[in-house]
């Protein structure tokens, strides 16, 4: 019968209707900005510079070494290497960035910067509520915006920052065993 | 001063019809449609010469969306090109990484994990998943279907594009394989959520099909409509279903049997009339069998390392040389072509976007079809703008 098809469809167009009154299968939307979906756990929007402890300025892993600068597709990255140096968590001088620069409207979220970073000091943040009216300066993000503690980084990636935790505290181990190994080495020299 | 009403702009032109001996016996319209019409699924403009409602003449232009994807790529480093990769189709950017990583492995001559090769066919065969019931939803709204079947497609579309973002970050722009392997392995979690998905499909799928496969207007819409002949598919190398829609045997897992695709029991659908509604067909039927791979692929994924150990994430520099790596991608044969010259970037790239060259036999379809009908037409060749213009 002509038009039998056309029925069956409406069945299904129905169903799917009065579906979504009862079942979450079929109603999957939410209603945004008062209801939100928690973000999963690997979703990345924009970098963000990682410091340890308390302050932003001493405790900031990164030693401007500039890799992700060159390594950055879009090139939306601006370093300045400092002229002083500054300890690191292991308590080696390193230089640190003067500036660090984001520019986040050509930014386009590929992590490359996050998979180069040798010191890990570089991650990936889930924030993207961003939008600003402000055409030139707002979307440009420097250093004092970037730094956000670890802590901060625990919260967003748990899986992935507790990897780096042990890793970085596994190497401020061995640097210390190391250097305790020359002072005593040093010291029974004397 | 022009003053406002005084000179409106045209987007057609009427153009004088003559009969064979030459004597006027009508007007021809020659419309302009695109590059903002909705149904060219981007910016894509058409120069339709009409008779009526009939299509006598039509010229596809396109280059609107043209960001110099190729230049971008010779200028940086092998690595910094992939995210790049993912905009060119972006549904598909699993498999665009896919071919790129494809050409730089032969290039560099890098190994790729046996769980790796698993996790690349299962993402590939997600978005062939995603891609062809999208286009389904697409093409349906191209004939007037307007909203329901789309919104259907993009529900489903959305528990993959999670399945992505769980694993690599992103919904769309994955960037998500790496020369020698994948970016990041897997969690056992998410093999379970995706076997689930995997189990629930086909009862979408059949859902699907009892809105649309014989429904009489679609149907009448699509059957006989925009015909493309075996012998000109194959002189204007089309590629993907669109090829095997018109009952040429080829598809490029079975051909080419890159990565694993040896492994897996799987049959290539084939259409017969080439016509709309036979592409269609195919697309539902490759997408039956990409739940087939899907099922073995995450049944038989053995566990191990999931990049090459030689492969090193920056300054890749290939030895001299080239290569040409091609996947069967859900719109035809995606293939990068690379020539190094021992330098740390490509010293050529090139795309061969399936969409595009599946673009330009657009005419031939179109002709002594009605206005409407080279909707349909477009919307059945399933092309995505980003890749069309590179």
């Not at chain 2, 969306?65 to 190729?70: F, P």
């Not at chain 2, 960037?175 to 499909?201: E, H, I, S």
Request: hydrophobic content about 35%.
């Amino acid at each position: 019968m002509l038009g039998e098809q056309i029925i069956k469809g409406m069945a299904v167009t129905a169903r799917n209707f009065f579906g979504s009154y009862v079942s979450k299968e079929r109603l999957t939307t939410v209603q945004y900005p008062e209801e939100r979906l928690t973000p999963k756990e690997n979703t990345r929007q924009f970098p963000f510079l990682v410091y340890d402890g308390d302050d932003r300025e001493k405790g900031l892993r990164c030693v401007a070494c500039q890799i992700c600068e060159k390594e950055c597709p879009p090139q939306c990255i601006y370093i300045v290497k400092s002229k002083d140096k500054k300890p690191d968590y292991k308590g080696q001088p390193q230089l640190y960035p003067a500036t660090f620069d984001i520019d986040i409207s050509v930014c386009m979220s590929c992590q490359i910067c996050v998979e180069v970073c040798p010191f890990d000091a570089i991650k990936m943040d889930t924030e993207f509520e961003l939008s600003t009216g402000d055409r030139f300066g707002g979307l440009l993000l420097t250093k004092d915006k970037l730094a956000k503690p670890n802590e901060y980084y625990r919260r967003i990636h748990p899986t992935a920052a507790a990897a780096v935790d042990e890793r970085l505290a596994g190497e401020k181990a061995r640097a210390e065993a190391k250097a305790k190994a020359a002072a005593e080495a040093k010291t029974a020299a004397l | 001063m022009n003053a406002v009403g005084e000179r409106t702009s045209q987007n057609y032109e009427i153009l004088p019809k003559t009969g064979e001996t030459g004597e006027p016996i009508g007007e021809f319209l020659e419309v302009s449609m695109g590059p903002q019409h909705p149904s060219t699924h981007g910016v894509f403009r058409m120069d339709v010469v009409l008779d009526g409602e009939k299509v006598v003449k039509l010229k596809p232009v396109f280059g609107y969306l043209h960001r110099n994807h190729e230049k971008i790529a010779e200028n940086i480093s092998y690595l910094g090109s992939m995210p790049y990769t993912d905009r060119l189709d972006y549904f598909c950017s699993m498999t665009n990484n896919w071919a790129y990583a494809l050409a730089v492995e032969k290039l560099a001559g890098l190994a790729v994990p046996e769980r790796a090769e698993y996790i690349r066919v299962i993402m590939a065969e997600l978005t062939r998943l995603q891609n062809h019931t999208c286009l389904i939803g697409f093409f349906v709204q191209d004939m007037g279907a307007l909203g329901t079947p789309l919104m259907y497609a993009f529900r489903e579309r959305e528990k993959i594009l999670d399945l992505f973002e769980s694993v690599s970050g992103a919904r769309m722009m994955c960037n998500y394989m790496r020369f020698g392997g994948v970016r990041c392995d897997v969690t056992p979690d998410w093999l379970v959520q995706a076997k689930q998905l995997v189990n629930d499909y086909g009862k979408f799928l059949d859902e699907y099909e009892t809105l649309l496969t014989e429904n009489e207007i679609l149907l009448a819409r699509s059957q006989g409509v925009g015909v493309l002949s075996r012998e000109l598919a194959v002189n204007a190398s089309i590629t993907g279903p669109m090829l095997r829609a018109s009952g040429v045997n080829y598809d490029l897992r079975k051909v080419d049997r890159y990565g694993i695709y040896n492994r897996f029991d799987f049959k290539v659908p084939l259409g017969e009339h080439g016509d709309t509604y036979d592409r269609y067909m195919v697309r539902i039927l490759e997408m039956r069998e990409s739940l087939k791979i899907l099922q073995q692929a995450l049944r038989d994924i053995p566990s191990g390392p999931v990049m090459d150990p030689k492969a090193k994430l920056r300054g890749l520099r290939p030895k001299a040389g080239e290569a040409y790596g091609r996947i069967e991608a859900p719109k035809g044969e995606l293939g990068f072509y690379l020539i190094s010259d021992g330098m740390a970037n490509p010293y050529r790239y090139r795309v061969r976007p399936p969409s595009f060259i599946n673009l330009t036999i657009l005419e031939d379809m179109c002709l002594g079809h009605r206005i409407a009908d080279t909707v349909v037409i477009l919307g059945s060749v399933d092309i995505v703008l980003g890749e069309v213009d590179r």
